[in-house]
């Protein structure tokens, strides 16, 4: 009979079948040119989860995309360069690295999940062959195991928010206070739907507050303070019918404060 071709990872189909089915679902989340160019960070992610992640996810497995998203997050916010010991390990195949790398990552992620039940976190360092909910920073809710937090406070990142992290649709908390990140904030982040804080304090971002964002049904802490912003603040803010805490200090808004902020009655 013939030989049946080698297989990376046990997902029931060659390689060549599973990076197929992994560029059709990860197209719907990606430009695809950006997955077939290296440079990019969801070049460098797609490549990553591919070839390189000893963790060998399939396709077919419904966090195969959140993995893949965690990825790009890393790559575009320049992780290699974190200066908080919970970077990728030089060699991401090697046991004895990998440990290591693990051993220097300390930062852990904080809260309760949705339930009150404690998220599932850890401290592995990124990219490791662990479930992504354990690398150090972030945190899954306790009964799916779907990001629920990612929390960063002067850890060196630095690079760009990716669009992919709207499609993390039960992510709760985005808290990157304190560092280098920069370019603009995409407007399809007005789509997380159950988003309660969003906090950018102390970074670099450029561009206009995207009106989209004031959609976020539950938004309850905004926290922009010390970038570079700019235009005004639009009077969407005021249909933010939850906000408890905004903060827009320090940045280059011009114009007035919109009247609608004073129809905000948990603020």
Same mark, same amino acid.
Request: net charge negative.
């Given at each position: 009979p013939p030989t049946e071709p080698p297989t990376r990872c046990p997902c029931g189909q060659t390689d060549e079948s599973r990076e $197929?089915?992994? *560029?059709?679902?990860?197209?719907?989340? =990606?430009?695809?040119?950006?997955?077939?160019? /290296?440079?990019t960070p969801q070049g460098r992610s797609f490549e990553w989860i591919i070839d390189i992640d000893e963790f060998c996810g399939c396709p077919a497995d419904?966090?195969?995309?959140?993995?893949?998203?965690?990825?790009?997050?890393?790559?575009?916010? /320049?992780g290699d360069s974190w200066n908080n010991g919970c970077q $990728? =390990?030089?060699?991401?195949?090697?046991?004895?690295a990998i440990a290591a790398a693990n051993n220097d990552c300390t930062i852990e992620a904080d809260g309760l999940d949705i339930f009150g039940l404690e998220t599932f976190r850890g401290t592995d360092a990124w990219l490791t062959p662990s479930y992504e909910c354990f690398? &150090? &920073?972030v945190a899954c809710r306790n009964s799916t195991l779907c990001m629920d937090r990612i929390e960063f406070e002067s850890d060196g990142l630095a690079g760009t928010m990716p669009l992919e992290l709207q499609n993390l649709t039960d992510l709760r908390f985005i808290i990157l206070e304190e560092g280098a990140t920069g370019g603009t904030i995409p407007s399809e982040y007005g789509t997380f739907p159950r988003l309660h804080i969003l906090d950018l304090n102390f970074n670099s971002f450029t561009g206009s507050v995207p009106v989209e964002l004031y959609s976020t049904p539950f938004l309850l802490?905004?926290?922009?303070?010390s970038n570079? *912003?700019?235009g005004t603040i639009a009077t969407e803010i005021g249909s933010v019918q939850f906000?408890?805490?905004v903060q827009f200090e320090a940045n280059r808004f011009s114009g007035t404060v919109p009247t609608e902020? &004073? =129809?905000?009655?948990s603020l």
């Amino acid at each position: 009979p013939p030989t049946e071709p080698p297989t990376r990872c046990p997902c029931g189909q060659t390689d060549e079948s599973r990076e $197929a089915d992994a *560029f059709a679902i990860l197209s719907t989340v =990606s430009d695809p040119a950006l997955l077939l160019d /290296e440079t990019t960070p969801q070049g460098r992610s797609f490549e990553w989860i591919i070839d390189i992640d000893e963790f060998c996810g399939c396709p077919a497995d419904p966090k195969f995309v959140q993995r893949y998203i965690m990825g790009v997050f890393y790559y575009s916010t /320049e992780g290699d360069s974190w200066n908080n010991g919970c970077q $990728a =390990s030089a060699d991401l195949t090697d046991p004895v690295a990998i440990a290591a790398a693990n051993n220097d990552c300390t930062i852990e992620a904080d809260g309760l999940d949705i339930f009150g039940l404690e998220t599932f976190r850890g401290t592995d360092a990124w990219l490791t062959p662990s479930y992504e909910c354990f690398w &150090g &920073g972030v945190a899954c809710r306790n009964s799916t195991l779907c990001m629920d937090r990612i929390e960063f406070e002067s850890d060196g990142l630095a690079g760009t928010m990716p669009l992919e992290l709207q499609n993390l649709t039960d992510l709760r908390f985005i808290i990157l206070e304190e560092g280098a990140t920069g370019g603009t904030i995409p407007s399809e982040y007005g789509t997380f739907p159950r988003l309660h804080i969003l906090d950018l304090n102390f970074n670099s971002f450029t561009g206009s507050v995207p009106v989209e964002l004031y959609s976020t049904p539950f938004l309850l802490q905004l926290d922009l303070n010390s970038n570079f *912003f700019t235009g005004t603040i639009a009077t969407e803010i005021g249909s933010v019918q939850f906000l408890q805490f905004v903060q827009f200090e320090a940045n280059r808004f011009s114009g007035t404060v919109p009247t609608e902020v &004073g =129809s905000l009655a948990s603020l």
